[in-house]
């Protein structure tokens, strides 16, 4: 088992939600070092122009992780010579209807999020690790939250998410112990993004009241050079949680 880092040129790293924000900026730069990103998510129209714009070879790959057979099916859909993923970053995630009481939210919402950020993670997790520990090599990211390890009120149903991914990140880690394969959990504060936009169904004017609240906000290049410095580091270092904050 080598021990140099795993973020080199020639590896192979996929990342879902990687239409926008933290994802978009996770792949521009990990394609900056040469990695061959395999880009995931829903809008597809929005990867392709993505990939065209990358420096090294990238790929496309249409996936909603909510739905369990695509999670389940992804090496099976990628071409022979982009299975071997050594980097997997796990950044899909929503908060669909969110900042509210929860007894003003619809139940489809609650089971989206948990869908999405909690079971699709998980399922995602899932069809690539396997195949890292039988190679004694590999690297899983998974953007988590502040709000892993904090609650707050009016946020229950992503603050559950987050407790959720923060709990199965640790525990997963544990189980690995001495494969090869390493977990970190990223866990940034906000981020301005379009995520808010998203949580209220493309209200980007609620949006930027929203981020206009705060005295400051991370951008996703800050959450993207987090997420390389833990994969930079060399195979027997393992950053296992990396907290994030506006200063």
Known sequence: MTDKAILSAGAVALVTGASAGIGRAVAVALSARGVRVICAARRLDRLETL??????????????????????????????????????????????????????????????????????????????????RERGRGHIVTIGSVNGVEWVANHSVYVASKFAVHGFTNSLRLELRGTGVRLTEVMPGLVRSEFAAARWGGDEARAEKFYDRFDSALSPEDVADAVLYTLDTPAHVNICDLVLRPA
């Open 51 to 132: 990939v065209s714009e990358l420096p090294h070879p990238a790929l496309a790959l249409e996936l909603d992780i909510a739905d369990g057979a695509a999670a389940d099916s992804i090496l099976a859909r990628l071409p022979e010579d982009w299975r071997q993923i050594d980097i997997l970053i796990n950044n899909a995630g929503h908060d669909l209807g969110g900042r509210q009481p929860y007894h003003e939210r619809a139940a489809d919402d609650v089971a989206a999020v948990i869908q999405t950020n909690v079971t699709g993670m998980m399922r995602t997790t899932l069809a690539v690790m396997p195949q890292m």
